[in-house]
């Protein structure tokens, strides 16, 4: 059974920077894409970024292009999202997941950017 446990969230102003981490326990980590996905407060959840299981290719939400940056590690069943030029709009709960084999959500991690 696959768990995914997101941190790193806090409370940042607009124009700073966090970086996210997901950290996967259970096995084949490696073996699947993951992606970073967000809801904020009233609205769907959408897509941030996701990237491929060896690391080649990523894809972003074009609000996210050119200032999010995803990555891995499988050394450490580990994604993170680098976040810079952060704006309030981005204020969500981030989670992670595998976007074509979909496990349970993690509890998410709180982002709140003040203006």
């Known amino acids: 059974q696959v768990q995914l446990v997101e941190s790193g969230g806090g409370l940042v102003q607009a124009g700073g920077s966090l970086r996210l981490s997901c950290a996967a326990s259970g096995p084949s980590f490696s073996s699947y894409a993951t992606g970073w996905f967000r809801q904020a407060p009233g609205k769907e959840r959408e897509f941030v970024a996701s990237i491929s299981w060896d690391g080649v290719n990523t894809y972003y939400a074009d609000s996210v292009k050119g200032r999010f940056t995803i990555s891995r590690d499988n050394a450490k069943n580990t994604v993170y999202l680098q976040m810079n030029s952060l704006k309030p709009e981005d204020t969500a709960v981030y989670y992670c997941?595998?976007?074509?084999?979909?496990?349970?959500w993690g509890q998410g991690t709180q982002v709140t950017v003040s203006s």
């Open positions: 997941n595998r976007p074509n084999a979909m496990v349970s």
